[in-house]
Structures are given as structure tokens and as C-alpha cells.
């Protein structure tokens, strides 16, 4: 791993992953190709362009362009002589999708494909596939729900994504997949629970709700607040993909997760604790808790068997839920000024309004 492309590396995980990186492996040079859409923002990399805390300013590059452009990334592998490319880019909320699912049909399915044909296509002409690697991001949401007593999802729970973001993402792990037993294109995929930590867009429950509780607005609960996810901390999930990409083996899936599965209002309830501890002007931040009209097909369970990657690649996660919400609530409240530029930048508060005004939410 010498000249790395990661795609989507000004959003959330993408940036996080963009720091680990470059601590990680000092030696790599680091493309990071990202169409700059409201989820992500250069505010999330600030070292980017000035080259601050970057440990080599000629390590890193920015390149503002869409992963749908087949003759920029051509242009991209061929100049820069990627040997591994780390595909985060997407169309990543469920809500959305469920407004307007046409940009995860396009980003998610289109772009992977895109991606996919370009490095079989320049790796191909030039020397071949040794010593490349195509590694996907995906989500545990291609398996669909879980009922309270399901065993939790493993690498070969059958897929029943049951979103436009899920299904989005679920035709692009086969086309990863296919790309692999085709063509011999060596890839590798992880499938993660939700992440949370810093640098994460406000649409998603945890940020919205540090946002929200710190502005006094109602912190909206969908349905009746039981739902429950598997909650990862970003870093770890960084940590995780490093793992893969270093030692895990081309055509191999492994899942990834936190092993937190509190349901929402009891991670709600714990978030609006912490703030009443390092916030407590507004407190007690419960009182701020709306219950608003649910998701339509909201899934109602995911956990992730992590069994593979931690017997293979040694690999478990580091955080647990109360320490990586009090890091996370940490980081938003020591920069306020990430939060002012992308809440100007990327119309949250449109979106927060579009939202409520679909659920039928108080505000
Ligand atoms: P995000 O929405 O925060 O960031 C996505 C990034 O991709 C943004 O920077 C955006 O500008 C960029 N992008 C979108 N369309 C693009 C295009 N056509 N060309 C180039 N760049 C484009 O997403 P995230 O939360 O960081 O998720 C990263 C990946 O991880 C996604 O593939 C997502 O499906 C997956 N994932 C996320 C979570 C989670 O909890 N956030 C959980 C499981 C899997
Ligand atoms: P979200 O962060 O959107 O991730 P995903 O839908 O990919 O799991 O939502 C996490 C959970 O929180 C999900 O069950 C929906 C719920 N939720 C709320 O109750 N209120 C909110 O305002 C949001 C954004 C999510």
C-alpha cells in the first residue's frame, strides 16, 4: 500500500479515516477524490491544503470531483499510481433516500461500478492486479431487520435491504463481489454498524441529538424510540478497514461493529445525561425530548456478529458507548466553529425544517 485513493474522504468516516491514515502509515500518499455534496465539507480536514498537521503536505491531495466521471478517475489511478483504492463515497442517510432515492441509485451504485471498471481497466493494462486493492465500505443495513431474538447478522446472513439507501447499497457489495470472482479484481469489503464520533453531519440521531439539546430544540424521537443499532465508534472503525487492507484477504467480507445496542431513547436519555454534566445551562436536557412520527419501513433492529475479524485479524473494538459518547460530546463542544461553518455551509437547518415539517414534529 504506496499511492491510496479514498473516495468521499471529506465526509464523515472518509476524514476520520483520512487522519488515521496518515498516522498510521506515514509513508503513503494519500488522493482523496469527493464531489464536496452537503455531507461533505473540507471543514472536516482541516490540515487539508495548509498542510498544518500533516507530517508531509506532499503526502496528501484534494481533488473536487465526482466518482460518476470515469475519465477523471482513469486520469487519477494513471497519475498518481494507485495501487489501493478505499471507496467511501456515497448517498449515506436513510431519510433522504426515502425523500429522493435518485443520488443513491446514481453515487452508490453508478459510482462504485464506475470505480470498479476503472481500476479493472488502467490496473489491467498496467501490470495487472498484484499488488492492488479495491476495498468497499457497506453497511450492516444490507441484511435487513432483526427481530428482538434474531441472531445477529454474520457475512453470510442473506441480504434484504429494505431502504432505497440500503438497496442502494446492497446492488453495490454485488457488484463489488462480482467484480472479484469475474475478473480476479481483488477486493475486500466490510460491513459496519452505525459509527458515531467526530466530524459526523448532523442529520444523523447522535449528533443531531448533541446539536439540538446544546440549541434547546426538540430532540426528535421516531416512533416509539425502541429501535436498536449497533453503535461503533469512527475511530475504531478506521482502525478496522486498516486491518482489512493490510491483512485480510482479497474477496473476503467482514463485519464490523461497536457491540453497543442500547435502543434510541435510552442512548438519547444518555446523551442528554452527559450534557447535563458538561453543559448544564440547558439542563435537564430531557425535557426537550419530542416523540415525532416514525421512519416508513424504519428497521427495527441491527447487531453485528464480529466473530470473523476479531478470530482472523485480531481486530475488537476499543470504545465502548459511554466513553465514545462523552469523546464524541467532548469534540462537538470544544469546536463550535466546525459546527457554525457547516451548519452555514451545508443548509442544516433546511433540512432540519424539511424533516420536521414530513413528521409533523413541534418545533
Ligand atoms: P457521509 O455522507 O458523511 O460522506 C459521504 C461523502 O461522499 C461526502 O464527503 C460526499 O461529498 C461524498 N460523495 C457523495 N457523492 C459523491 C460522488 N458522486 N462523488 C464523490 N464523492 C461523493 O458518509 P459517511 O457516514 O462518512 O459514510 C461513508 C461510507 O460508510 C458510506 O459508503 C456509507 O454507506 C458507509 N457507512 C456509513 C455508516 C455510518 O454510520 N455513517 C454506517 C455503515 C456504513
Ligand atoms: P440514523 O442516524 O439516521 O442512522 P440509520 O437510519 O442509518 O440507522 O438513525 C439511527 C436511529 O435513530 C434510527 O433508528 C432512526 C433514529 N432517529 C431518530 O429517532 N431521530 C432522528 O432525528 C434521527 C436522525 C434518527
Not at 81 to 89: C, G, K, L, M, R
Not at 134 to 163: C, I, K, M, N, Q
Amino acid at each position: 500500500m504506496q499511492n491510496i485513493l479514498v473516495t468521499g474522504g471529506a465526509g464523515f468516516i472518509g476524514s476520520n479515516f483520512v487522519h488515521y491514515l496518515l498516522k498510521a502509515e506515514p509513508d503513503v500518499q494519500i488522493v482523496n477524490l469527493d464531489a464536496l455534496t452537503y455531507a461533505g465539507s473540507l471543514e472536516n480536514l482541516p490540515a487539508a491544503g495548509c498542510a498544518k498537521d500533516l507530517p508531509d503536505a506532499e503526502q496528501y491531495h484534494f481533488v473536487h470531483g465526482d466518482i460518476c466521471n470515469r475519465e477523471l478517475v482513469e486520469d487519477l489511478l494513471r497519475q498518481y499510481q494507485i495501487d489501493t483504492i478505499v471507496h467511501f463515497a456515497a448517498e449515506s442517510h436513510v431519510d433522504r433516500s426515502i425523500l429522493g432515492p435518485a443520488p443513491f441509485v446514481q453515487t452508490n451504485l453508478v459510482g462504485t461500478f464506475t470505480l470498479l471498471e476503472s481500476a479493472r481497466g488502467v490496473w489491467g493494462e498496467s501490470g495487472g492486479f498484484d499488488g492492488k486493492r479495491f476495498h468497499h465500505v457497506s453497511t450492516d443495513e444490507v441484511f435487513g431487520s432483526l427481530t428482538p431474538e434474531a441472531p445477529a447478522f454474520s457475512e453470510t446472513t442473506p441480504y434484504d435491504p429494505r431502504s432505497p439507501y440500503s438497496a442502494s447499497k446492497a446492488g453495490s457489495d454485488h457488484l463489488v463481489r462480482a467484480y472479484f470472482h469475474t475478473y480476479g479484481l481483488p477486493v475486500t469489503l466490510t460491513n459496519c454498524s452505525n459509527n458515531y464520533g467526530p466530524y459526523q453531519f448532523p442529520e444523523k440521531l447522535i449528533p443531531l441529538m448533541i446539536l439540538n439539546a446544546l440549541r434547546g430544540e426538540p430532540l426528535p424521537v421516531y416512533g416509539d424510540g425502541r429501535q436498536i443499532r449497533d453503535w461503533l465508534y469512527v475511530e475504531d472503525h478506521c482502525e478496522a478497514i486498516h486491518l482489512v487492507l493490510t491483512k485480510g484477504k482479497p474477496g473476503e467480507t467482514y463485519n464490523v461493529g461497536g457491540g453497543n445496542q442500547p435502543c434510541n431513547i435510552d442512548i438519547v436519555r444518555q446523551i442528554c445525561a452527559i450534557l447535563d454534566e458538561f453543559h448544564p445551562d440547558g439542563a435537564p436536557h430531557e425535557r426537550l425530548i419530542t416523540y415525532v412520527t416514525d421512519r416508513p419501513g424504519h428497521d427495527r433492529r441491527y447487531a453485528m456478529d464480529i466473530t470473523k475479524i476479531q478470530s482472523e485479524l485480531g481486530w475488537t473494538p476499543r470504545h465502548d458507548l459511554t466513553s465514545g459518547l462523552r469523546a464524541t460530546i467532548e469534540w462537538y463542544l470544544s469546536h463550535p466553529e466546525w459546527v457554525a461553518a457547516i451548519a452555514q455551509q451545508s443548509g442544516y437547518n433546511d433540512w432540519l425544517e424539511k424533516n420536521y415539517a414530513k413528521r409533523g414534529g413541534k418545533r
